[in-house]
């Protein structure tokens, strides 16, 4: 049973990163950037946000035990991964701000999904 967790675990994540890496280069969308008080807040950062949120309540609904301090390293990893990638991406790039934006998500995810019960 824990094989089986571990691999849903790993092919959600695999698919969340692939799909936030190859989504992006088949539909070209700019996202808008909005100045309030002085500052420039970027959509792009907000979306990663999102995503990342989105991907802790996917494997908790899926049944992964997302209180376990090893899904979240690995949800950490996986959001510096999705960043390091792209240094090897054509026309993609690293940033330090989508980095942060998407462990902001893990973090978001994290206190949301105390609201969603355990399946397993």
């Known amino acids: 049973m824990r094989l089986r967790r571990f691999t849903i675990l790993f092919l959600t994540i ?3 990163v ?3 890496l190859v989504i992006p280069t088949l539909l070209p969308i700019n996202f808008p950037r909005f100045k309030c008080l002085g500052i420039t807040i970027h959509t792009d950062y907000l979306v990663h946000v999102v995503l990342f949120v989105l991907l802790v ?3 908790k609904i899926v049944g992964i035990k997302t209180s376990s301090i090893g899904v979240l390293i690995l949800l950490m990893l996986a ?3 999705a960043e390091v ?3 090897y991406i054509p026309h993609r790039t690293f940033n330090t701000y989508d980095l942060i934006s998407n462990i902001i998500g893990v973090v978001i995810g994290y ?3 105390v ?3 355990d399946k397993g």
Do not use: F
Request: aromatic fraction near 10%; hydrophobic fraction near 60%; charge should be positive.
């Open 14 to 16: 695999a698919l969340w």
């Open 18 to 20: 692939t799909a936030i």
């Open 57 to 59: 309540i996917s494997l």
């Open 79 to 81: 959001s510096a991964l």
């Open 85 to 87: 990638w792209q240094l």
């Open 111 to 113: 206190g949301v999904r």
């Open 115 to 117: 609201r969603i019960k």
